[in-house]
């Protein structure tokens, strides 16, 4: 039996880091997908034993034998079931840490860690100690902002849950779930995110489960429609960054500073609702005057994720790039290098954003479009 699920990266427009303190975020889902297909062996199979994680674009693959899982993971401690998602315990992932080190994951790779932990805490709680091979591909690059981390967690979990769904009729493409495994998978996809980034505010992997664009505050969950057309280019500037040591490093300041702090998050909280408010509003104003207040938004808001200590060098030097072109950008995840956003007002020229583009590239940048506000995650069988 061969399941497929996908789910997508994302952009945060508005409120990244401040999410994680209470403020309100507005971010969208992107065209760009992780993929997962979870193959059950059949009896005769040799890998009939065996869970395998193939991870296709990097040509890596680790293994281990069901018995070594069983041997190593304390089946009783687990206090979660499939249908009732739960914390990942130190003590559990101290296990699970040693089944990755066992896999002698290449040193430069070493970044992939966190990440197949995460895996083996979704498969043994979803699907218990069962064979499969497990294949992954995406079109995300690795801890750049875009939510790869995300996108791994729920196109893993949906694919883990479309494989108990009794109905397996085979349908043509990509379909979604049904209202009640989204919101399982979402949550399952949170605790992944947990092992990942800390402690993450549950925004990623909602707008990758749900995609399309979301106002998004202390868990609570706004679909946005967007009534203006919103065209961004991203760029990356391929600084390596972690978001858990960016999230933390915010933490710790907010400890030292909780005054400053707190005005910095309300100020972003001020930004992002009004963002929201821009985006959907019916009214009368103009687009290009719709565009201009974001332009405003995005350079406070990117001033603050300054003050939060979260920004970089080679984000400046994105910024200062497209503001000769009178362009305005901010960084968007969690900065410390990883991508940059830029507005394309629908009245720019594709020569300016051509030059704009150039300069970028001939800095080392890496520049691309992508198509704002699809679908969320989905399965296939
Ligand atoms: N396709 C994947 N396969 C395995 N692990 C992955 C995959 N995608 C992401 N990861 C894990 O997630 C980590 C990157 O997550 P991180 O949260 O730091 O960055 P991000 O999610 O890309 O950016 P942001 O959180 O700012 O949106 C990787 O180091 C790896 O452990
Ligand atoms: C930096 C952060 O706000 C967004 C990362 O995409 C972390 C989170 O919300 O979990
Ligand atoms: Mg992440």
């Known amino acids: 039996m061969e399941v497929k699920a996908r789910a997508p990266g994302k952009i945060i427009l508005a409120g990244e880091h401040a999410v994680v303190h209470g403020s309100t975020a507005v971010a969208a889902a992107i065209d760009l997908y992780t993929y997962v297909t979870l193959r059950l062996p059949l009896q005769s199979d040799e890998n009939s034993d065996r869970l395998t994680l193939q991870l296709k674009d990097l040509s890596l693959e680790f293994s281990w034998s069901v018995s070594r899982l069983k041997e190593v993971i304390p089946n ?11 914390s990942c315990s130190g003590e559990i992932l101290k296990s699970i840490a040693l089944l990755v080190e066992e896999q002698n994951i290449p040193e430069e790779k070493i970044w992939l860690s966190s990440g197949i932990s995460t895996f083996l805490w979704l498969y043994t709680s979803i699907r218990g100690f069962s064979p499969a091979t497990v294949i992954i591909t995406t079109e995300l690059p690795y801890g750049s902002g875009l939510g790869s981390s995300a996108a791994f967690c729920v196109a893993l979990t949906s694919a883990l849950i479309a494989s108990s769904i009794s109905d397996k009729t085979h349908r043509e493409g990509w379909c979604s779930l049904d209202e009640t495994n989204l919101e399982l998978l979402n949550k399952w996809a949170f605790e992944g995110e947990k092992i990942i980034h800390g402690k993450p505010s549950g925004i990623d992997n909602t ?3 749900y995609g399309n664009m979301i106002k998004f505050c202390s868990g609570e969950i706004t679909r946005l429609q967007s009534n203006m057309p919103l065209r961004m280019l991203i760029t990356n500037t391929k600084v390596g960054r972690n978001t858990k040591a960016l999230v933390s490093g915010v933490s710790e300041r907010t400890v030292r500073h909780p005054d400053a702090m707190k005005s910095v998050f309300n100020a972003v909280d001020s930004i992002s609702k009004e963002l929201a408010a821009i985006i959907q509003s019916k009214d009368e104003v103009s687009v290009t005057e719709k565009e201009e207040s974001i332009k405003e938004l995005m350079e406070i808001n990117q001033g603050l994720l300054q003050s939060m200590g979260v920004s970089h060098s080679s984000i400046d030097t994105v910024i200062r790039t497209t503001l000769k072109h009178k362009l305005t950008s901010k960084l968007t995840g969690a900065g410390g290098g990883g991508c940059v956003l830029t507005l394309l007002p629908t009245v720019v020229s594709g020569t300016v954003v051509d030059k704009a583009v150039e300069e970028l590239e001939s800095y ?10 699809g679908n969320g995650a989905e399965i296939c069988f």
Request: proline fraction near 8%; glycine fraction near 8%; charged fraction near 5%.
């Open 76 to 86: 009783d401690s687990n206090t979660s079931s499939p249908s009732t998602p739960a």
């Open 364 to 373: 080392g940048f890496q520049c691309f479009t992508a198509s704002i506000g």
């Open 207 to 209: 707008v990758s489960a």
